[in-house]
Each structure stands twice: as C-alpha cells, then as structure tokens.
C-alpha cells in the first residue's frame, strides 16, 4: 500500500514538473538570469555615475528587475577602459554601459581599436547640457567677454579642468580656444565631481562643468555660471545668457545613454529597452532632470538610437578634424 | 561649541531611537562578517545591501549602511591576524604584525588589540568630525592635485625612513611597486602602458587586493608549508574574561601610536581620492618609524596591529566629511553612500548640513553608539574567532586557498586576476626567502597611481616647474615633513652613536 502511495505520488511530482516545464518557456520572455553589471564610464561622483547610482536605486526600489544591478565605475583613459571592456564582452547579456560623449570621441582619438556602432543601442535617457563657470571670486570676470579678455591675459597660464582629453568638456574647451583665439592648459581630473571641487579650491580657474556636477557648489555661491552652450536659457539657469545669444553660435550636447556589448541578443535588448523606458516615464527620473538641467524630454530607443549614435559619430569626427585632435590631447 | 552641543546631543537621541539603534546592531554585525571575508569588503556589502535602505527613512538608511562601513573596518582585521589574508584592502597592513603575532599563540591579544584600536581611533576620528566639520572642510578644499603629491612624498616617506630593514632592498621593493602601479590605461592620454603584449586583463590595471592577497594569502601559505614540512601544528587557545580584561590592560602599549595614527587616518581619510587603505599604511609606517623598537615591527609588535587598524576606522569617518560638506567621494565606500543619499532625495554638498541638520547630526550620532557597539560585538566574537586557529593546518590550507581564490576573483571577476594572484604568490614566497620586504611594494601599488597623476597635473598646470611643490605653503611643508621623515633614521642612529660614546 506504502509503495503504491509512493509510486503515485512520484508520478504526480514527474508530471507536474513536466507540466511546468513545457508551459514556463513561453510564459516567460528573457529576463536577467545573474546581476547586471552597470558599466559606467567616468569617475565615482560625476554625472554619468550620479544617473548609473539614481537608476540602479530606482529599479531596486520599483523592484523592475529579478536580479541587482551593480554600477562599477571604469574610468581610465577617458573611457576607454570601459569600451574595451564592454567590447570584451561581446555577446553577454548581463552588462550594459550607461554613457558620455567619449563613446563617440574616444574611439577616434585614441587608437583602442573599439567601433561603438557595433554596440547594441538600447535607451538615451536624457540630453545634458554645458556651462562655463568659474569661481564667485573672479570679481572682474561677469560674461562672456572679460572672461575672454581674461584668459587672453593670462597667456596661455589659464587653467582649466576637465574629465580627460578628448572627453566632452576638453572637446568644447578645444571649441572654445579656437573661436576666440586663445590657449589654455588644460588639466585632467577623474571624474566631474573632482573637476567641481578643485574649481571652488581655486585650483585651476574655470571648468565646463555638467549643471549637476556644479548645482550645489552654486546654491552655496562658491562658482557662477557665465555662458550656458544650449539653444535656449535652461529653466534652472534663466540669469545666464546662452553663447547664441551673444551672437557666437557655440552649441553642444552630451547623450546621457544606456548601450549593451556587441552581439547582445535580442531577446535581452527587447528587455533592457522596456526596462528602461519605465524608468525614463517614471516621475522620479524626469524630476532628477528638471532638477539638474537635463533635456529628458524625447525617448531615444533601439535602432533609434542607433540612427543617433550614427550621426553624432560624424559629427564628433567633423569637430575632431576642425579642432585638430592634438588641441584636444593637448600635445 | 555651544551651538554644536545641543545639536550633537538631539544626533545622539536621534542615533538611539528603537529604529535607527536596531539598524546600528544590524549594520555593524553586517559589517563585521562582511569585512572579515576575504573579497567581500565593505564596498560590496554596502552596495548589496543599498536598495534594502528604501524601506527605511533616510536617516535610519544612512546610519544603517555606515553601520555596514564602520563594522567592516573592524571585521577586516579578524581574517588579517587568523588567517594572514587580509580581509579587506583597508586591513592590510594589519597582516604584517598581526599574523606573526597569531602564529606566535597570541591572536586573542591582536584581535583585542585591533578592536580597541579601531575603536580609539574611530572615537577619536568623530570627535574632531564633531568639532571641526567645516574648518576641515575647507582645509580639503585647499588640497589640489600639488598638494596631494607632496601629501603622496610623505606617505612614501614613512615608508623608506623604517630604520632597521635593508634600505636597498626596501627602494627595490618600493620601485617593483611603482612598475606594477603603472601598468593598464594611461590615466592622462589614455594609452595602454604595459600590457605585455595586448592581454586585455592588464588594461585595468592590477588590482591592489589581487597583489596583497597573493603575496600574504597563497605566499603565506607556501611559507608555512615550506616551513612545517607536514607537520601538523596546532595552536594552543585559552580564553576567558580574565584573559580578555588582561588583554585590555595591554592597551598603554600602544595608546601613544593609535592616538597618533587616529589624528593621520582621520586627515587622510577626509581628503577626497586618498581612502582608508592609504590612511592604514600611512598610520603603520609612522608607528614603525617613531617605535623605540622598530626592529620587533613585522615580527608580531602589538602596536603594529593596533596601528593600522586606528588608521583605517579613523579614515573612514574622516572620508564622510567630503562626502556631506562637498558630495565628493573620499573612499570607494563613500562613492556608494553618496549614490544612496541622491537616490534618497538628498542633495550632498556645502549646504546639506545647514539644510538638512538632522540627517547630518544623526549620522555624527550613529557613528559615536557605532563605534560603542562595534567594540562589544567584536570583543565578544573574538574566543569564536580565535578558535579558527585551532583546526589542522591540513583542513585550514584549503579553506584559506579558497578564500584566496575568491578574494582574488571578486573585485573584477575575471580569471586573469586569479592567475595573477597566484604568481604574485609565488613571486612572494621568492621575495621572503630572499629577505625581501613585500610591505613596500604594497604600499607603492596602492599609492603609485594617485602619486603620479597628481604630479603629472601639478606639472601641466605649472608647465613643467618643480618649484610649485615648495612655492605652496601646504606642499611645502608636506615635503619638508618627508624629507625629515627620510633623514629621521640616519639622525637617530648619529644621535646613538654619540650617546654611547658619551
């Protein structure tokens, strides 16, 4: 009798997992199987990362994924480190990599052997913007023109601190020496954070620097904005006029974007980019960029974005040629 | 100070609310099992355990996650003296003395030793948090890249001023460092420097916990089973109160070198970029240099574990500092906290002290009750932890050969780092039976890389002037700090000879 109740329940084990198995593949679509690594391209404390960290707590908090995302930083040789990386991982599913401009600008200036095209585009979450600051201290220095006449004056002794040569902010200063005819030194530092801190430590004398990167050092009237390189007045900063408005047309951007390694599957991409726009619709993350003077307001996806990372690609090799890649490297 | 009082006071109330007290024990305890295992430092388990704080206020969140920070400073030493694998970066330098000391039957007083230390210098550090907060603030704001360099000459000069070790050797040793620092992504152009080839696990550069856990962890073991030749060795353990309060009484042996590693931790620790594993060092390398027996250093010195354990507990409060006053990272620690406090809607930065009082106020509590209970978890595990020293050495080889496998493995999750691992301890083992010391080239593969881009951006912004390092008044007296550091040895011995002759 023993035996037979056994035999019976076995069967019923047996055929219910055979039941589980053959309905679970199609009422599951992909989903992380082990924890994502967040590539984030900068230093712990800049832009990129603040968004990689806001993200991360908003999906453990909206519970989005089955398994943790973990933001590990790779900041080395202006983001290289992390493009080599991501390359490295072509076909893995388990690694995505939140951007800066230097997606596009350093596989051209250094030669990694890296082409971010093949990458797989999945979400741009917001445009940030540039402005020109310097510390409150700079009586003398008010707009545009005496901050030029300024470094005019200084010969070439002007410092200015950035995240790394041919990052974005080395890419707009290189804009800059070329419109107004200037030079100045510039000096690398890892990570936004660090470029804001040695601004208010008067340790170089200005920075183009993320909005959110300088925000609270100008609540507490440390550093103050003098050009903002946006088409229109960012609602955050309506005292600063834009660099259009005093009649020099100097705009540039940065994508703020989340890409897989090359040769990711479909299946994890679909997932990625759903995930994604959840969090690009969420309250939280639109009111991170009102905050910050973020542009979050148009949803860049897959092939999209792909279309995106096309275009800026020329025109950042444009710029590179303009500039001269050497202004950018500073050798 | 009467302003700071009554706010110190509704901090410490705040820390000692049911909610935020039971997050102080949790996050401690936490701490404690993370920072002892190998690989698992309090970087990870504050980023595991990060989203968990969003069912919390913020305040509980905070208090719980530097709970989780503090307790790992603690936990680090429990694998550094039991097992000679450090637990964590930040214990480092523990190994050097602490080990020695274990194999020597005497592990119950190093960890007595390392808890008491940690908690000096974690009291000491949050009373000058406390006091100084926004003098300090600005203090590390003077630190620009000149300053950090001249703070780097010194760092290297409590180093290679140790009197007693082969001064060749020890620059040798300092040099293999500076080499190893430098391999991976240029930090300035960007181009990959020697990476042998083009093995693309050399672009991250060489992890510094992958150098130390193959030098102390696989070389250790190679050491001891060199030197054992089989036979199983058993260490004696003899524990209770008694012995405890005895090993207490111990503490006038090294209060004079916690006091002063606590002060060098906590000023270290506040500059942003430096951390506690530089602080830890930093605080050993003066202990040695400032020892009447600097000889007994490396050979099982209480004050050499006491030393860097008061270093590493008094950075990691002095690393909040920049973090609230300038939202700047003074440790990768600190990196992940100031991620939680944007997520958690607070702004860090020059004005969160003012606007948010009692967030910041709470967390100076949470950190005076933290270093409290820290010490008495620590001092009541410590019969447990020592009774790790009483398996076989056949059943303890293995585990610590896994541990090893995993620390390696865990910072950056490749296999190319265990192969290194396993080279730098076999290269270790060499390095010892050769008279070697290893310290120094640990010391230099955690400071290499901060040294040269701080001198690199100093010498862009000067365009290639030297004189910028004594032309600032900070670096100026910095440098001459280590120079003086460097000669203190040769002067010391002079000052010998003629008292003798006398």
Same mark, same amino acid.
């Given at each position: 009798?023993?035996?037979?109740?056994?035999?019976?329940?076995?069967?019923?084990?047996?055929?219910?997992?055979?039941?589980?198995?053959?309905?679970?593949?199609?009422?599951?679509?992909?989903?992380?199987?082990?924890?994502?690594?967040?590539?984030?391209?900068?230093?712990?404390?800049?832009?990129?990362?603040?968004?990689?960290?806001?993200?991360?707590?908003?999906?453990?908090?909206?519970?989005?994924?089955?398994?943790?995302?973990?933001?590990?930083?790779?900041?080395?040789?202006?983001?290289?480190?992390?493009?080599?990386?991501?390359?490295?991982?072509?076909?893995?599913?388990?690694?995505?990599?939140?951007?800066?401009?230097?997606?596009?600008?350093?596989?051209?200036?250094?030669?990694?052997?890296?082409?971010?095209?093949?990458?797989?585009?999945?979400?741009?979450?917001?445009?940030?913007?540039?402005?020109?600051?310097?510390?409150?201290?700079?009586?003398?220095?008010?707009?545009?023109?005496?901050?030029?006449?300024?470094?005019?004056?200084?010969?070439?002794?002007?410092?200015?601190?950035?995240?790394?040569?041919?990052?974005?902010?080395?890419?707009?200063?290189?804009?800059?020496?070329?419109?107004?005819?200037?030079?100045?030194?510039?000096?690398?530092?890892?990570?936004?954070?660090?470029?804001?801190?040695?601004?208010?430590?008067?340790?170089?004398?200005?920075?183009?620097?993320?909005?959110?990167?300088?925000?609270?050092?100008?609540?507490?009237?440390?550093?103050?904005?003098?050009?903002?390189?946006?088409?229109?007045?960012?609602?955050?900063?309506?005292?600063?006029?834009?660099?259009?408005?005093?009649?020099?047309?100097?705009?540039?951007?940065?994508?703020?974007?989340?890409?897989?390694?090359?040769?990711?599957?479909?299946?994890?991409?679909?997932?990625?980019?759903?995930?994604?726009?959840?969090?690009?619709?969420?309250?939280?993350?639109?009111?991170?960029?009102?905050?910050?003077?973020?542009?979050?307001?148009?949803? &860049?996806?897959?092939?999209?974005?792909?279309?995106?990372?096309?275009?800026?690609?020329? &025109?950042?090799?444009?710029?590179?040629?303009?500039? *001269?890649?050497?202004?950018?490297?500073?050798? | 100070?009467?302003?700071? +009082?009554?706010?110190?006071?509704?901090?410490?109330?705040?820390?000692?609310?049911?909610?935020?007290?039971?997050?102080?024990?949790?996050?401690?305890?936490?701490?404690?099992?993370?920072?002892?295992?190998?690989?698992?430092?309090?970087?990870?388990?504050?980023?595991?355990?990060?989203?968990?704080?969003?069912?919390?206020?913020?305040?509980?969140?905070?208090?719980?996650?530097?709970?989780?920070?503090?307790?790992?400073?603690?936990?680090?030493?429990?694998?550094?003296?039991?097992?000679?694998?450090?637990?964590?970066?930040?214990?480092?330098?523990?190994?050097?003395?602490?080990?020695?000391?274990?194999?020597?039957?005497?592990?119950?007083?190093?960890?007595?030793?390392?808890?008491?230390?940690?908690?000096?210098?974690?009291?000491?550090?949050?009373?000058?948090?406390?006091?100084?907060?926004?003098?300090?603030?600005?203090?590390?704001?003077?630190?620009?890249?000149?300053?950090?360099?001249?703070?780097?000459?010194?760092?290297?000069?409590?180093?290679?001023?140790?009197?007693?070790?082969?001064?060749?050797?020890?620059?040798?040793?300092?040099?293999?460092?500076?080499?190893?620092?430098?391999?991976?992504?240029?930090?300035?152009?960007?181009?990959?420097?020697?990476?042998?080839?083009?093995?693309?696990?050399? +672009?991250?550069?060489?992890?510094?916990?992958?150098?130390?856990?193959?030098?102390?962890?696989?070389?250790?073991?190679?050491?001891?089973?060199?030197?054992?030749?089989?036979?199983?060795?058993?260490?004696?353990?003899?524990?209770?109160?008694?012995?405890?309060?005895?090993?207490?009484?111990?503490?006038?042996?090294?209060?004079?070198?916690?006091?002063?590693?606590?002060?060098?931790?906590?000023?270290?620790?506040?500059?942003?970029?430096?951390?506690?594993?530089?602080?830890?060092?930093?605080?050993?390398?003066?202990?040695?240099?400032?020892?009447?027996?600097?000889?007994?250093?490396?050979?099982?010195?209480?004050?050499?574990?006491?030393?860097?354990?008061?270093?590493?507990?008094?950075?990691?409060?002095?690393?909040?500092?920049?973090?609230?006053? +300038?939202?700047?990272?003074?440790?990768?620690?600190?990196?992940?906290?100031?991620?939680?406090?944007?997520?958690?809607?607070?702004?860090?930065?020059?004005?969160?002290?003012?606007?948010?009082?009692?967030?910041?106020?709470?967390?100076?509590?949470?950190?005076?009750?933290?270093?409290?209970?820290?010490?008495?978890?620590?001092?009541?595990?410590?019969?447990?932890?020592?009774?790790? &020293?009483?398996?076989?050495?056949?059943?303890?080889?293995?585990?610590?050969?896994?541990?090893?496998?995993?620390?390696?493995?865990?910072?950056?999750?490749?296999?190319?780092?265990?192969? +290194?691992?396993?080279?730098?301890?076999?290269?270790?083992?060499?390095?010892?039976?050769?008279?070697?010391?290893?310290?120094?080239?640990?010391?230099?593969?955690?400071? *290499?890389?901060?040294?040269?881009?701080?001198?690199?951006?100093?010498?862009?912004?000067?365009?290639?002037?030297?004189?910028?390092?004594?032309?600032?008044?900070?670096?100026?007296?910095?440098?001459?700090?280590?120079?003086?550091?460097?000669?203190?040895?040769?002067?010391?011995?002079?000052?010998?000879?003629?008292?003798?002759?006398?």
């Amino acid at each position: 009798m023993k035996k037979i109740a056994k035999t019976l329940m076995l069967t019923a084990v047996i055929s219910m997992a055979f039941t589980v198995t053959a309905f679970a593949p199609k009422a599951q679509a992909w989903e992380p199987k082990k924890p994502v690594e967040f590539i984030i391209m900068a230093g712990a404390g800049g832009g990129a990362d603040q968004i990689a960290r806001l993200l991360q707590g908003l999906i453990e908090q909206k519970d989005l994924s089955p398994r943790p995302f973990i933001p590990i930083n790779k900041p080395g040789g202006s983001g290289g480190e992390a493009l080599l990386y991501l390359q490295g991982k072509a076909g893995d599913d388990h690694t995505v990599l939140v951007t800066l401009n230097s997606f596009y600008t350093t596989p051209v200036i250094q030669d990694i052997g890296v082409d971010v095209s093949n990458f797989t585009p999945i979400g741009r979450m917001a445009l940030d913007n540039f402005l020109l600051w310097v510390h409150s201290d700079m009586a003398d220095i008010t707009d545009l023109d005496s901050y030029v006449a300024a470094v005019k004056a200084a010969g070439g002794k002007w410092k200015v601190g950035g995240t790394g040569s041919g990052q974005e902010d080395s890419i707009l200063t290189a804009m800059m020496e070329k419109e107004f005819g200037y030079e100045v030194t510039y000096i690398p530092f890892p990570g936004g954070g660090t470029v804001a801190k040695n601004l208010v430590g008067k340790h170089i004398d200005s920075t183009v620097n993320n909005p959110a990167e300088q925000s609270e050092f100008h609540r507490a009237g440390n550093t103050k904005p003098l050009v903002q390189f946006t088409a229109e007045r960012l609602p955050a900063y309506p005292d600063t006029p834009t660099a259009k408005e005093l009649g020099v047309d100097m705009q540039y951007y940065m994508q703020r974007s989340i890409n897989g390694p090359p040769g990711m599957s479909a299946e994890a991409q679909e997932w990625y980019i759903n995930l994604f726009k959840t969090l690009f619709d969420s309250e939280e993350w639109q009111t991170f960029c009102t905050d910050d003077g973020l542009a979050c307001d148009t949803w &860049l996806a897959g092939s999209d974005l792909g279309e995106y990372h096309a275009s800026q690609i020329m &025109l950042h090799k444009e710029l590179i040629e303009s500039v *001269g890649s050497s202004a950018i490297t500073g050798e | 100070m009467e302003s700071i +009082l009554p706010l110190l006071g509704a901090g410490l109330l705040e820390a000692v609310q049911p909610l935020n007290f039971l997050m102080i024990l949790l996050g401690c305890t936490i701490g404690l099992m993370v920072g002892a295992m190998p690989g698992l430092g309090s970087v990870n388990g504050v980023a595991i355990l990060l989203p968990i704080t969003f069912l919390v206020p913020p305040t509980a969140a905070i208090i719980f996650l530097a709970a989780i920070y503090y307790g790992a400073m603690y936990g680090g030493a429990i694998s550094s003296i039991t097992l000679g694998i450090p637990g964590a970066s930040t214990a480092v330098a523990t190994v050097f003395d602490g080990r020695p000391m274990a194999q020597a039957g005497k592990a119950d007083k190093a960890l007595t030793a390392a808890a008491v230390a940690s908690f000096i210098g974690g009291t000491i550090s949050v009373v000058l948090f406390t006091l100084f907060a926004p003098p300090l603030a600005v203090l590390a704001l003077k630190f620009g890249p000149v300053e950090e360099f001249a703070l780097m000459v010194l760092a290297f000069a409590t180093f290679i001023g140790l009197g007693g070790d082969d001064i060749p050797k020890t620059i040798f040793s300092i040099l293999i460092g500076l080499v190893l620092a430098t391999v991976g992504l240029d930090i300035i152009s960007g181009q990959p420097r020697l990476i042998f080839g083009d093995i693309p696990g050399f +672009l991250h550069g060489i992890n510094f916990l992958v150098l130390a856990i193959g030098i102390y962890g696989i070389g250790e073991m190679l050491w001891t089973l060199e030197s054992s030749q089989g036979k199983i060795t058993v260490h004696k353990v003899r524990m209770s109160l008694g012995i405890l309060l005895g090993n207490l009484k111990d503490v006038k042996e090294y209060i004079k070198t916690t006091s002063l590693g606590s002060m060098i931790g906590f000023f270290v620790g506040t500059l942003p970029a430096a951390g506690a594993t530089p602080a830890s060092l930093m605080s050993y390398g003066l202990a040695k240099t400032f020892s009447k027996d600097p000889e007994s250093f490396g050979k099982g010195n209480v004050a050499g574990v006491a030393a860097p354990e008061a270093g590493n507990n008094a950075a990691s409060t002095g690393s909040m500092l920049p973090m609230i006053t +300038l939202g700047i990272p003074g440790s990768p620690t600190t990196a992940i906290l100031l991620g939680g406090m944007i997520i958690w809607g607070l702004r860090p930065g020059p004005l969160l002290f003012t606007e948010h009082p009692g967030f910041v106020w709470g967390l100076i509590g949470s950190l005076y009750i933290a270093n409290l209970v820290t010490l008495l978890i620590n001092l009541a595990f410590i019969p447990l932890f020592v009774r790790v &020293l009483t398996i076989p050495f056949s059943i303890l080889a293995p585990v610590i050969y896994i541990l090893c496998v995993v620390g390696g493995y865990a910072p950056t999750q490749t296999m190319h780092d265990v192969w +290194l691992m396993f080279l730098f301890g076999v290269v270790g083992y060499l390095l010892r039976k050769l008279n070697y010391p290893v310290a120094p080239a640990v010391l230099a593969i955690v400071l *290499g890389p901060l040294a040269e881009r701080s001198l690199r951006q100093s010498l862009i912004s000067s365009h290639g002037d030297p004189l910028i390092f004594v032309e600032r008044p900070i670096s100026a007296i910095c440098i001459a700090l280590g120079v003086a550091l460097i000669l203190y040895p040769v002067i010391k011995k002079r000052l010998n000879r003629k008292k003798q002759a006398a």
